[in-house]
């Protein structure tokens, strides 16, 4: 990436504009279908940004409606559970973030010290699976588990001898139950991305190191580990950037709408579906997201600021 | 790099500016009489073409054949073609309003307070006002459907839709398997309130567990509050904490003297809540009813095979006998109160009229015909005859054709939101006297003492927003008896207050004062 950057840097200066343009001809046509899709879909659509600070009307249209300010943005902070939703939004991600990271590196990792290949594969695809079912799958699966009526868990517990538990109306349970599923359905498909950047280290290292030798754990702290360094760093600063959008799935679906969990289920995206189903009202909706957007931006920059500080060659940008 | 900057500038203010005039296109539609269409008699070798947007379940398979039909006779009575996109309930309530919201090109759609709301698209412009246009081009609709419901559907004044009527406003009350009833000798006349209800549960429980069965006593509680304890909706969300008493039920007494009062304050809240927490306490309720209400595929399955004793509905006339064909065994109904009308009731269904149309006399002939036209009617309820139905004296049809009921190709059990039912032929598993039964609840019907009020939410539409996660926080498990409403109903009004209740009652209650002013 340097190389080039560099490379076109000093071209330019000996031959001019055109004939560096004419030379990157062939690079720049192939980038250009993209580059037209990335503006027809994201950054001409920006100007629907206009709606978080009006008050839309079908027939004014975006750009004749009304101007209202920052009315739009008020819900969001004059609710009393404003601490809640925020609360709840960034200690999940941040908890999902770093469970995610450890998990799907000490999972690649076992993986790939599988020998045999074959099993290796048929495991990856076990844990893979399920990020390909729908929340909405999902919450049915957590249903047959935890109805009160004919929930496996609380067969189960009159099995033994234990009485029930309403586990739809006990909020002390769900932060762990949140948790579990959302590992259980994300983990495989992080654990693929370390995997594929794995097999990316050469041999060369690890040969070195047995020659020389290095315990398994050595080996895994001292060459594994910096070689996926880079790759962790990425997928972590892409995540915070997502930190303010929690997974609406997860936090609406799966605890089935119930109202005595709110406390503990309640994040930005639910709120705001519930705020404004009934209203529709589509600025609240744009200031809502908006304010995500901004949040999310600042994070990722600034995140890419620390790490450019500490370990200038992995920062993202 | 500067040039390609440049023309990227110019590609984006020209897209801007297309936008820009093609919403200036739709907004030119002001004064819908100026469409140069020529007076709707002399217009017959024209035909016009309505594109009309309609929501109903499920979506037939033989429309286009029923349509085809209809358009037959359109064409030659009022010069009219229906371009006919019909999209199922769940599609249409996500599709339809970012239709309308991206400026898509319709005369008439279908509205309602459930669906693609008709009062926040009032709102924003998106519906013709047809006040002045009603009497001149679909007078016999306009004379048809009664003043009360007119008022109802207006907003500041004017009418912006024409509303399905059938039975005038709601009565909540409690369906149940009379079969049972007369097994467990219980008298459900007796039964006049919730409370009435404790012992006929009772009974129930005890005698099926005597008999080795577990039946659940009842479901739907999370209809059953405002029927206990009916109440004029203000905002025209009845969740929402802004009641007003209607003093025909003689109710609310500790909220005298208040127009507009929060009714989950109220003494009757307390009350109704405690008695099904009760029940669920008991074990009538059958262990989880938040859930169990939300698969009524599953209730009815329940109901069907005698598991489940009844549960609570909005009833309209015929409903118990038709009920009793499907479920097969005997079903009645016990009324916990008179029908009710208050503006809201009027939403259930309308017909609206874009604001952009061309067309708004042929529309509105078009729906003067849905309304009034006994062929138009039945053809676009039952189909077609003699391939999906056949007549049955001079009212009613039979849809079991070759033998099964759902199987027709097409057969709709909501044919009110097409626009009336009076002017279509009914099943044949309805009474024959059903036009005098619905006749009867509309005349015993309580017309609410602020009907034709609307509310406009935009002011308070920050504490609306809190509001509504409130309610969803505690409404649900508190009314279905759940939660112990001692402990629960202090956290929920303070949580009400914290958000902004008070605002909203006192919001609406100022809005409620200038449109009795102006009345």
Redesign the interface.
Known sequence: MKQSVNGTALTRKKKGFWKTFKKSLPLTVMALPGLVVM?LFR??PM?GLLLAFK??????????SDWVGW?NF??LF????AWTITRNTILYNALFIALDLVMAVAMAIGLSELLRKRRAKIYQTIFMAPYFLSWVVVSFMA?SLF???DGLFNHLLAYFGLSGV?W??DPGKWPFILTFFQVWKTVGYSTVMYLSSLTGISNDYYEAAIIDGATKWQQIKCITLPCLKPMMIVLTILAIGKIFYADFGLFFQLP?????L?QVT?VIDT?VY?????????G?AAAASLYQSIVGFVLVVGTNLIVRKIEPDSALF | MKKAFKKAAGIFLAAAMTTCMLTGCTGTTDSPSSAGEGTSSGSSEEITTLTWYMSINPVAADTEKVIEKLNEYTREKIGVEIDYKIMANPDYKEKMPNLINAGEYFDICFTSNWTTDYLQFVGKDAFMDITELLPEHAKETYDFIPEAMWNAVKVNGSIYGVPSYKEMGWQGGIVYNSDMAEEYGIDMSTVKTLADYTDVLKTVAEKSRAAGEDVIGVSGLTNAWEMAAPYESLTGTPSLPAAGAVPEFGNFKDMEGQAVFNQYASEEYMNYCTTVYGWNQAGYLGGDPVNYDSDTANRDNDFNNGSLFSYFIQYAPGTAESMTASSGHGVGFAALMDPLFETRSAMGGLLAISSASEHPDKALEFINLLNTDEYVGTLIRHGIEGEHYTAVGDNQVDKTMGGTLTDNGYDYTYGWQFGTPFNQKWDISYPDNIEELFQQYNDSAIISPNNGFTFDTVPVETQVAAITNVIAEYGPSLETGSVDPAEYIPRFLDALNANGAQDLISEVSNQLNEFNENK
Do not use: C, H, W
């Open positions: 503006f950054y001409l100007s008050r839309f009307s079908v027939r004014k249209g975006i750009f004749g009315e008020e819900f004059k609710t009393s559970d249903f109805s009160v009526d309403d739809y109306s089935r709408d119930s109202g005595p709110f309640q709120y519930r705020a404004l189903k009934e209203t529709g009202n589509v609240m």
